[in-house]
């Protein structure tokens, strides 16, 4: 089911128990989610992520979206104690270890991401967003032979074989040409899938951002901005787009998606 179709289904059922009991803190916990991801309503996402919170400090899924949720609002300083915590209530669950992993990398403590991620992998090798993770730190290490063999690995445990098929893509033409090459033919190979209808414009420009070429990488943003493609949440942190950062219209296109102007 896509976001699309998920989200108000998702929002329907947690505002209507929200209205039955405003202290269910699962609920709330919920309508966060789908205000912060769905909505782009960040100031209002995370507020009522800290409520949630407020309501059972025991609960490790609230923690971890609330980190998770204030990484992707450029506040990883914030976002790591209460990754710590999460952890701390649930201390094997991988996809809490995973947003700790993401929140000492975004602190700067990328070696104790790194060896978290190792952990991880070794006691749970099937947990397909311990390799997304590695996929980001290996990128803003531009270290690129560890970021395709990585991006192809998630796309064959979470299914999405286009992923694969962009990863070799991108390491023939590293080889041959180097980054810009690979960005490229990574865009291109997603490119005849978006065309099918079966990729966000999301997935081309993150291949295109690389290239630092930010006029068409913001063209391609605002495609995805137009169609309320939900993962463009994630821009602030995706070192996919580092290269764009300072380039003319990007900052306008954050305040567009609802990020604060200051944060």
């Given at each position: 089911?896509?976001?699309?179709?998920?989200?108000?289904?998702?929002?329907?059922?947690?505002?209507?128990?929200?209205?039955?009991?405003?202290?269910?803190?699962?609920?709330?916990?919920?309508?966060?989610?789908?205000?912060?991801?769905?909505?782009?309503?960040?100031?209002?996402?995370?507020?009522?992520?800290?409520?949630?919170?407020?309501?059972?400090?025991?609960?490790?899924?609230?923690?971890?979206?609330?980190?998770?949720?204030?990484?992707?609002?450029?506040?990883?300083?914030?976002?790591?104690?209460?990754?710590?915590?999460?952890?701390?209530?649930?201390?094997?669950?991988?996809?809490?270890?995973?947003?700790?992993?993401?929140?000492?990398?975004?602190?700067?403590?990328?070696?104790?991401?790194?060896?978290?991620?190792?952990?991880?992998?070794?006691?749970?090798?099937?947990?397909?967003?311990?390799?997304?993770?590695?996929?980001?730190?290996y990128l803003s290490q531009d270290d690129y032979e560890g970021y395709l063999t990585d991006y192809g690995r998630l796309?064959?445990?979470?299914?999405?074989?286009?992923?694969?098929?962009?990863?070799?893509?991108?390491?023939?033409?590293?080889?041959?040409?180097?980054?810009?090459?690979?960005?490229?033919?990574?865009?291109?190979?997603?490119?005849?899938?978006?065309?099918?209808?079966?990729?966000l414009a999301w997935d081309l420009v993150r291949h295109y951002a690389l290239t630092g070429d930010g006029d068409e990488?913001?063209?391609?943003?605002?495609?995805?901005?137009?169609?309320?493609?939900?993962?463009?949440?994630?821009?602030k942190v995706d070192p996919a787009f580092w290269p764009i950062r300072n380039k003319p219209g990007y900052t306008e296109?954050?305040?567009?998606?609802?990020?604060?102007?200051?944060?």
């Open positions: 089911m896509s976001g699309w179709e998920a989200y108000p289904k998702a929002e329907t059922a947690a505002r209507r128990a929200v209205e039955l009991d405003p202290t269910l803190d699962l609920a709330q916990g919920a309508l966060a989610f789908v205000e912060f991801h769905w909505h782009w309503r960040v100031d209002a996402g995370l507020a009522r992520f800290a409520e949630a919170i407020r309501l059972n400090p025991n609960s490790a899924n609230n923690h971890m979206w609330y980190a998770s949720a204030l990484l992707l609002a450029g506040r990883p300083q914030e976002a790591l104690p209460i990754a710590n915590r999460a952890q701390q209530l649930d201390p094997h669950n991988s996809a809490v270890l995973n947003i700790r992993a993401q929140a000492l990398f975004y602190s700067g403590d990328t070696e104790p991401a790194w060896d978290l991620l190792a952990d991880m992998i070794a006691q749970d090798p099937g947990f397909a967003w311990a390799y997304y993770t590695r996929s980001l730190i796309g064959d445990l979470i299914a999405v074989p286009r992923y694969r098929a962009a990863a070799e893509a991108g390491v023939r033409a590293l080889t041959e040409a180097g980054p810009e090459a690979m960005a490229m033919a990574m865009f291109s190979v997603e490119q005849e899938y978006y065309e099918r209808g079966e990729a990488a913001l063209r391609w943003l605002r495609i995805s901005l137009n169609r309320r493609e939900e993962r463009l949440i994630g821009i296109l954050l305040a567009e998606i609802g990020f604060p102007a200051s944060g």
